[in-house]
């Protein structure tokens, strides 16, 4: 990666690491998991509004890194209006940036602006802070009830 890219990358996870973007309560939420990062201290709570097989809003409210603000900041604006089965291969893909050794090959297309998150691969302690809002909705869309409407009455 050169300089300049770093660079602008860096900028983003500042930004929204400062100044995070849908960070509040959202009213009428399907669900909320929260979520904890010891190694850091990172803790947030995660809200989602869910239409069927569709998220429809998304936010959260907590507290920590920079790293850990940013990633849940960036992945709320990605799965804003993105089906469930999508949000749950955005999943892989980001785990897969932040894990996986940098092949070159450019495989985190879909994540759009998430890839600025990729160099935390570099910093093993950071991974956790990157990955804890996705753990977050991971566990949030498992645990929804998806079959509320469904009586056995
Ligand atoms: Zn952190």
New binding site residues.
Partial sequence: MNEELRALYQEVIIDHGRHPRNFKKLEGYSCCQEAY?P????RLTLYLKLDKDKILDASFEGG??A??MASTSLMIERIKNTRISEAQQLFDSFHHLVTAPDSGADVSAPLGKLKVLGGVRDFPT?I??AT?AWHALKAGLENVDHDKSVSTE
């Fill in positions: 990062n190694l850091c201290g990172d920590g890194c790293i850990s950071r956790k802070c804890l």
